[in-house]
């Protein structure tokens, strides 16, 4: 069975510019979480999909985040424009609902703006 | 409002002596707590979870953690280190149901001398 899968792996883009990263989460899984560490800092929460639905958003920085999750399948995050202080390792990662489900992760996308 | 504290942003010890990493956390409802490891250039993976049934919990590759209410902790531990460990551990914790996020800390690196 494939694992959260993410696109790009890698990503160097220059500030102003846009980035759209990819997230296809484990088969059967309603639940599509984003997740990101900037500069060595902890994990921080994003945003929280139940199907195609945004159950949670409040960790998202700004505006220049939007996330979509097309029929409750795969998902997108788009940072535009981008800028310096959102370079970092975003992470994907699904689950099955029920208390206490395991939280399954990506190997996450490293993105670098210049 | 929950938060995670891991004492130590890096540990080092020596191969085949026991691994304790500490954790501390802070929850209003009775909590979910996780354990992940990230190895170098990888994403993160489950060792283990605690979701209120036994209060010691065992995980892959030898590790284990105990759940204490009392001292609200989940210190994670390992008889014997191996070469193989080196890599950096996060501890996490959700409400479970509800708000199903994980909020993590800031990471312990682990080193483990030849």
């Known amino acids: 069975e494939a694992g959260v899968t993410q696109f790009p792996s890698h990503s160097v883009i220059e500030k102003g510019q846009t980035v759209t990263l990819r997230c296809d989460p484990i088969?059967?899984?309603?639940?599509l979480y984003w997740y990101r560490r900037v500069m060595g800092k902890e994990i921080k929460f994003l945003l929280h999909f139940v199907k195609e639905s945004k159950q949670d958003e409040s960790g998202m920085p700004n505006n220049r985040f939007l996330a979509e999750r097309t029929g409750g399948t795969y998902s997108t995050l788009k940072v535009q424009p981008a800028e310096l202080e959102d370079s970092g390792v975003y992470f994907c990662?699904?689950?099955?609902?029920?208390?206490?489900?395991?939280?399954?992760f990506g190997e996450g996308s490293w993105l670098t703006v210049v | 409002a929950q938060s995670v504290t891991q004492l130590g942003s890096h540990v080092s010890v020596s191969e085949g002596a026991l691994v304790l990493l500490r954790c501390n956390y802070s929850s209003s409802v009775p909590p979910y707590l996780f354990w992940y490891v990230q190895y170098p250039n990888q994403g993160l993976q489950l060792l283990l979870k605690y979701t209120s049934a036994a209060t010691l919990v065992k995980g892959i590759n030898g590790f284990e953690a105990e759940f204490k209410k009392s001292e609200t902790s989940f210190h994670l531990t390992k008889p014997s280190a191996h070469m193989s460990d080196a890599a950096e551990y996060f501890c996490a914790v959700s409400e479970g149901t509800g708000r199903r996020a994980l909020t993590f800390g800031s990471g312990t690196r682990l080193q483990v001398q030849p």
């Open positions: 088969s059967g899984h309603d639940n």
């Open positions: 990662a699904s689950s099955i609902s029920g208390s206490g489900n395991t939280i399954y």
